[in-house]
């Protein structure tokens, strides 16, 4: 296996230029946001008048917040949006309704797959950004906070309890991952 060098700024040659990264970064972030304010659209327009309902509301204020400053970001520097926003959108409103359809503890465990990959991917990304893009780690920090939160409130709520939990979480926390591919890139 061929060890492969980095450079002083932690990117491989043809990566790119640290802007760019940047830039890929807030993209999917500004994506990965909009999907998780339509999943909680899908599941309240199911689970809306329900007592998981005002749980879901709760936090789907607090992504509104999260999408909000991302929406922000894309604007004041420049950064092309995903192409894939009309699939997102859609995406994350069926899986919103699906997972409410099938029960308020389904709705949490789609919650509690979403918001693993998403807080580790915010984890990641922290890691990744320097000393000069201090603000923007400081938000993605926050967000951190705040989705791991979520995936504590799911799991409060049952979460673990569905039927087939495993298989579902599964399949939600391999299509985040895929939706936070494709958002990188396109």
Not at 71 to 90: G, K, Q, Y
Not at 124 to 152: V, W, Y
């Amino acid at each position: 296996m061929t060890k492969r060098r980095h450079t002083r700024d932690g990117l491989l040659p043809g990566d790119g230029t640290v802007r760019d990264t940047v830039d890929a970064m807030i993209r999917v972030d500004h994506a990965g946001e909009f999907g998780a304010k339509r999943i909680y659209d899908g599941q309240l327009a199911v689970l809306g008048g329900t007592r998981a309902g005002e749980v879901i509301r709760r936090m789907a204020e607090q992504e509104q917040k999260h999408l909000d400053r991302f929406d922000e970001l894309i604007v004041t520097r420049r950064v092309r949006p995903t192409a894939l926003s009309p699939l997102w959108n859609v995406a994350g409103f069926a899986l919103g309704v699906g997972s409410a359809l099938l029960g308020p503890r389904a709705a949490m465990a789609c919650t509690e797959a979403v918001e693993s990959v998403i807080s580790e991917h915010y984890a990641s990304q922290a890691r990744r950004l320097g000393d000069d893009e201090a603000d923007l780690r400081a938000t993605i920090e926050e967000f951190r906070q705040d989705e791991m939160a979520h995936h504590d409130t799911a799991l409060e709520h049952g979460a673990r309890e569905t039927p087939a939990h495993g298989l579902l979480t599964g399949a939600i926390r391999r299509g985040t991952r895929l939706a936070i591919r494709l958002s990188t890139r396109l």
